[in-house]
């Protein structure tokens, strides 16, 4: 389809499997009322920051493609962000989830909502648009697809999370556990985004 589709689906399976405000907004749900209540958070939430992905790339992309160095800054500061962003990961304190976290029970609106006003949904999309859209005529489907494949990536990742709510008991006892993951995740997430920049 285009060049950066495959290191942007490993990058979007980090980003969206990756422990977040949103994946634990998933989990303590789960935990509490069932995977049937965690299920429209998951819609809304992925929906939510797929349509930021798409509005990014819908407002910046043509007078991006206008401006080659302004567009080429971007992409540099999208990469040092997501490089930032695994550091954060990997250096995080390692704390084991519990089903008792506080996290209040969301529709699907309150989800959506939850992605408009997090700052950090919409740094994930600047840098989306900025390493992985590319340059050209195309770039505007390319903002489509990458838009459409985060949506269907983020599903199966936050019902992950909310398995995982249903029996966190006995599977992120373990700080270490955690601390392993966050690290493997974010070998991951630094690969995908510098593997953008190689192709």
């Not at 949103?22 to 797929?50: D, E």
């Not at 506080?102 to 989306?128: C, D, E, F, H, I």
Request: charged content about 10%.
């Amino acid at each position: 389809m285009f060049p950066t589709l495959l290191p942007f689906l490993l990058f979007a399976f980090v980003a969206s499997i990756t422990p977040g405000p949103t994946n634990i907004l998933v989990l303590s749900n789960s935990a509490r009322y069932g995977f049937k209540a965690a299920v429209p958070i998951i819609l809304g939430a992925c929906a939510g920051a797929a349509a930021i992905v798409l509005m990014v790339g819908s407002g910046f992309g043509q007078s991006l493609a206008h401006l080659p160095k302004v567009q080429t800054a971007m992409q540099w500061a999208g990469v040092a962000w997501l490089s930032y962003l695994a550091w954060q990961i990997f250096t995080a304190p390692a704390h084991a989830i519990h089903p008792d976290a506080p996290g209040k029970r969301l529709g699907l609106t309150g989800a959506a909502s939850l992605q408009l006003v997090n700052p950090k949904t919409w740094m994930m999309a600047l840098a989306v648009v900025s390493v992985f859209a590319g340059n050209g005529e195309e770039r505007q489907s390319h903002v489509v697809y990458l838009s459409l494949a985060f949506f269907l990536i983020s599903l199966p990742c936050l019902a992950t999370w909310a398995l995982l709510g249903i029996g966190s008991a006995r599977v992120f006892r373990s700080a270490k556990a955690m601390q392993r993951f966050n690290r493997c995740m974010a070998g991951l997430l630094l690969g995908s985004t510098w593997l953008s920049m190689l192709l």
